[in-house]
């Protein structure tokens, strides 16, 4: 019978038989098989239960009766037979930006782990916070952690990436960005331990210290010119000043800018009233030239007047802080009662204007409201001295009368002066009574229309009469200028035709047998031939008597038939 060699956990070994043996050995063999089979069986019992194969990222945590025992990886182990339990763990692993927090239950210290690594844990080890992403930093940016043990707080700036301690929390929940301050900007920065404040201007980046925190926003510095100023109070003193200097202003740690004031400037009509700090109030007048434009002093104001608008004043809520001293106008709308207890609603306007600034001051602070309420009571007075009708035709001359007939001097008292005040409408307070005054106001509106069309008509008839005078005149002068050319004209041809007879006869009277008469019929014969040449240029005839002619037809042999002139004669 042959056996083979079957490895067993431990030295154990037997040897397998090729054959069965004869059954004079069987009361042996049984026995022993039954045995060996135990043996394999406590064997594998034991096998399972104490033997561990650990790889290189396990570990394995041991209880035993009294202590706990970590081993790690790669092993081949078999376990005590005696302990509490057993497990295998997988190995925490950290990247480059990772890290952990682990925790000994015992002692309760804590402690950081970074990447990277496998982090093998120690006994009584516990992984409270697990595989947390480092806090990676810029050049900008800066972390707070404060220590909740010790409470102390480090700032850590960038670049780079950083883990916090294991027992320190980040302050306000995320990494923060450093001020980046321009060349012109500033912030304030107060430490909470201390009280101290600074105040950081830039061109810079700005980090926080540990107990450190922002006032408020980053500010712009004030440019400082001719016509910007800045009002600051020192905290520490309590004083305040006015910077005027050129420059770029940053205020310091212990001031604080109240305000930026601009140059006051005042046109040749305007003025202000500024009060100092002990109440004096200061006129300025932009027709001085020292006072024309002016910043305003610390601990001084703008004397802003509160007066009444509307066209009745009835809302007191229009403030002026620069004056108007022009003239200007001012509606307003009464009611007032004539003495046929006709209310009327009286409206119009004044042109008035300022005169003297310090007396109004003085007297009134309320002028519009004033100067309106008086004249409303000077036309209630004479209204009321009057009927309705007698309104309708007076009423500019009672609007003249409410302030050129007022002896008072409220006006002049106030530093005002009304130039003129003109009613600009009117109509009745009572529903019946407007509408009977429209119906007055439309027959007077109608007899004024007839009126002022007759007058038309009248105007254009007499307009025309005048053009007929002075055609006829002119048509006159035409006759007597033609007239007179006609004379002159006729002399004239007279005088020389007065001089051609005179040359004619003086040239004939040497002839012989030539007299005066026959000279004169010559010339008259002569005038004739002058006349037929002048007509046969034209296309006109002329038809002569045979007395007026006195012309013979006569046939002479030497005479051509080409030179006979043939006349025409007709009676």
Same mark, same amino acid.
């Given at each position: 019978?042959?056996?083979?060699?079957?490895?067993?956990?431990?030295?154990?070994?037997?040897?397998?038989?090729?054959?069965?043996?004869?059954?004079?050995?069987?009361?042996?063999?049984?026995?022993?098989?039954?045995?060996?089979?135990?043996?394999?069986?406590?064997?594998?019992?034991?096998?399972?239960?104490?033997?561990?194969?650990?790889?290189?990222?396990?570990?394995?945590?041991?209880?035993?009766?009294?202590?706990?025992?970590?081993?790690?990886?790669?092993?081949?182990?078999?376990?005590?037979?005696?302990?509490?339990?057993?497990?295998?763990?997988?190995?925490?692993?950290?990247?480059?930006?990772?890290?952990?927090?682990?925790?000994?239950?015992? +002692? !309760?210290?804590? *402690? &950081?782990?970074? /990447?990277?690594?496998? #982090?093998?844990?120690? $006994?009584?080890?516990? @992984?409270?916070? %697990?595989?947390?992403?480092?806090?990676?930093?810029?050049?900008?940016?800066?972390?707070?952690?404060?220590?909740?043990? +010790? !409470?102390?707080? *480090? &700032?850590?700036? /960038?670049?780079?990436? #950083?883990?916090?301690? $294991?027992?320190?929390? @980040?302050?306000? %929940?995320?990494?923060?960005?450093?001020?980046?301050?321009?060349?012109?900007?500033?912030?304030?920065?107060?430490?909470?331990?201390?009280?101290?404040?600074?105040?950081?201007?830039?061109?810079?980046?700005?980090?926080?210290?540990?107990?450190?925190?922002?006032?408020?926003?980053?500010?712009?510095?004030?440019?400082?010119?001719?016509?910007?100023?800045?009002?600051?109070?020192?905290?520490?003193?309590?004083?305040?000043?006015?910077?005027?200097?050129?420059?770029?202003?940053?205020?310091?740690?212990?001031?604080?800018?109240?305000?930026?004031?601009?140059?006051?400037?005042?046109?040749?009509?305007?003025?202000?009233?500024?009060?100092?700090?002990?109440?004096?109030?200061?006129?300025?007048?932009?027709?001085?030239?020292?006072?024309?434009?002016?910043?305003?002093?610390?601990?001084?104001?703008?004397?802003?007047?509160?007066?009444?608008?509307?066209?009745?004043?009835?809302?007191?809520?229009?403030?002026?802080?620069?004056?108007?001293?022009?003239?200007?106008?001012?509606?307003?709308?009464?009611?007032?009662?004539?003495?046929?207890?006709?209310?009327?609603?009286?409206?119009?306007?004044?042109?008035?204007?300022?005169?003297?600034?310090?007396?109004?001051?003085?007297?009134?602070?309320?002028?519009?409201?004033?100067?309106?309420?008086?004249?409303?009571?000077?036309?209630?007075?004479?209204?009321?001295?009057?009927?309705?009708?007698?309104?309708?035709?007076?009423?500019?001359?009672?609007?003249?009368?409410?302030?050129?007939?007022?002896?008072?001097?409220?006006?002049?008292?106030?530093?005002?002066?009304?130039?003129?005040?003109?009613?600009?409408?009117?109509?009745?307070?009572?529903?019946?009574?407007?509408?009977?005054?429209?119906?007055?106001?439309?027959?007077?509106?109608?007899?004024?229309?007839?009126?002022?069309?007759?007058?038309?008509?009248?105007?254009?008839?007499?307009?025309?009469?005048?053009?007929?005078?002075?055609?006829?005149?002119?048509?006159?002068?035409?006759?007597?200028?033609?007239?007179?050319?006609?004379?002159?004209?006729?002399?004239?041809?007279?005088?020389?035709?007065?001089?051609?007879?005179?040359?004619?006869?003086?040239?004939?009277?040497?002839?012989?047998?030539?007299?005066?008469?026959?000279?004169?019929?010559?010339?008259?014969?002569?005038?004739?031939?002058?006349?037929?040449?002048?007509?046969?240029?034209?296309?006109?005839?002329?038809?002569?008597?045979?007395?007026?002619?006195?012309?013979?037809?006569?046939?002479?042999?030497?005479?051509?038939?080409?030179?006979?002139?043939?006349?025409?004669?007709?009676?």
């Amino acid at each position: 019978m042959d056996y083979q060699d079957v490895p067993l956990p431990g030295s154990l070994s037997i040897r397998a038989m090729d054959n069965l043996p004869n059954f004079d050995n069987a009361v042996v063999f049984v026995p022993m098989l039954a045995l060996f089979l135990g043996s394999v069986s406590l064997l594998g019992i034991y096998a399972k239960r104490c033997l561990r194969f650990i790889d290189k990222d396990e570990q394995l945590v041991l209880d035993m009766l009294t202590e706990q025992k970590i081993i790690a990886g790669p092993r081949v182990l078999f376990l005590p037979f005696v302990h509490k339990s057993s497990r295998i763990v997988k190995v925490l692993t950290l990247e480059p930006a990772e890290y952990c927090v682990i925790k000994n239950i015992l +002692s !309760g210290d804590k *402690r &950081v782990v970074s /990447g990277p690594q496998m #982090v093998f844990l120690k $006994p009584y080890d516990k @992984i409270v916070r %697990g595989q947390q992403k480092a806090i990676s930093l810029k050049a900008n940016e800066y972390v707070r952690f404060q220590d909740n043990r +010790s !409470g102390k707080i *480090r &700032v850590i700036r /960038g670049e780079g990436s #950083v883990v916090p301690g $294991p027992d320190e929390i @980040i302050l306000g %929940g995320s990494k923060m960005t450093a001020m980046d301050l321009k060349i012109f900007e500033y912030i304030r920065i107060q430490d909470r331990h201390t009280g101290a404040v600074r105040v950081e201007r830039g061109e810079q980046l700005v980090f926080l210290g540990p107990s450190e925190e922002l006032m408020d926003k980053k500010q712009s510095a004030v440019n400082v010119d001719e016509e910007t100023a800045v009002l600051i109070r020192n905290k520490r003193s309590g004083q305040q000043h006015l910077v005027t200097e050129k420059m770029l202003f940053f205020p310091k740690n212990d001031e604080e800018i109240l305000e930026v004031r601009k140059l006051i400037k005042l046109a040749d009509y305007e003025a202000c009233i500024v009060r100092d700090k002990t109440g004096k109030d200061m006129f300025y007048f932009g027709s001085n030239e020292k006072e024309r434009s002016f910043f305003l002093p610390p601990h001084s104001s703008i004397v802003s007047l509160l007066w009444s608008r509307g066209r009745r004043r009835e809302m007191r809520d229009l403030r002026i802080k620069i004056l108007d001293l022009r003239p200007m106008y001012m509606s307003f709308e009464f009611n007032c009662r004539t003495n046929d207890n006709v209310e009327l609603v009286l409206e119009g306007s004044f042109f008035w204007e300022i005169t003297d600034l310090q007396a109004m001051v003085k007297f009134t602070n309320d002028t519009t409201g004033d100067v309106c309420n008086h004249a409303r009571s000077r036309f209630i007075e004479l209204v009321s001295k009057v009927t309705l009708q007698e309104f309708m035709t007076q009423f500019n001359v009672i609007a003249e009368n409410v302030h050129k007939n007022d002896n008072t001097n409220f006006y002049t008292q106030r530093g005002v002066k009304i130039h003129s005040l003109e009613v600009t409408a009117y109509h009745c307070a009572e529903a019946s009574t407007a509408l009977i005054l429209e119906e007055i106001i439309q027959e007077t509106t109608n007899r004024m229309n007839r009126l002022q069309q007759q007058e038309s008509e009248n105007e254009v008839q007499l307009k025309q009469i005048r053009g007929d005078i002075e055609e006829e005149k002119a048509r006159g002068e035409l006759i007597k200028i033609q007239t007179e050319n006609s004379n002159a004209k006729s002399k004239m041809e007279g005088l020389a035709e007065a001089e051609r007879v005179r040359s004619f006869l003086a040239g004939v009277k040497d002839l012989p047998d030539m007299d005066t008469a026959k000279a004169i019929s010559l010339w008259r014969t002569l005038r004739k031939e002058d006349a037929l040449r002048a007509v046969s240029k034209g296309g006109a005839k002329l038809y002569f008597t045979p007395k007026d002619a006195n012309l013979s037809i006569e046939s002479h042999e030497h005479v051509h038939e080409d030179d006979l002139v043939v006349g025409e004669e007709r009676s």
